[in-house]
Nanobody, 124 residues
């Protein structure tokens, strides 16, 4: 069983930055593809970014490309999401997820484990 715990959310003004962390335990973190997803009130869950097991490949939603950076530290069993130039539209609960089999898709289907999420609120 893999446990994922996010941290780093909060309230920030538009144009500001936050760094989210997701700490994993209970499994072999370095073997997992890791993703970040977000869900705003009244909206469907949205893919944000993903990173391969080695960190050598990264993927981003068009809405965050150039502003957000996903990274991982396999020695610390942690994946990060650096968020810069934040906009009010980025307001959401951000969750990390682990894909053990490589079947994870942009909808989130196929990801095996999820964290509880951390709230990010961007004020205008």
């Amino acid at each position: 069983q893999v446990q994922l715990v996010e941290s780093g959310g909060g309230l920030v003004q538009a144009g500001g930055s936050l760094r989210l962390s997701c700490a994993a335990s209970g499994g072999t973190f370095r073997n997992y593809i890791m993703g970040w997803f977000r869900q705003a009130p009244g909206k469907e869950r949205e893919f944000v970014a993903a990173i391969s097991w080695s960190g050598g490949s990264t993927y981003y939603a068009d809405s965050v490309k150039g502003r957000f950076t996903i990274s991982r530290d396999n020695a610390k069993n942690t994946v990060y999401l650096q968020m810069n130039s934040l906009k009010p539209d980025d307001t959401a609960v951000y969750c990390c997820a682990a894909d053990l089999s490589g079947r994870g898709g942009l909808s989130g289907i196929g990801y095996d484990y999820w964290g509880q999420g951390t709230q990010v609120t961007v004020s205008s």
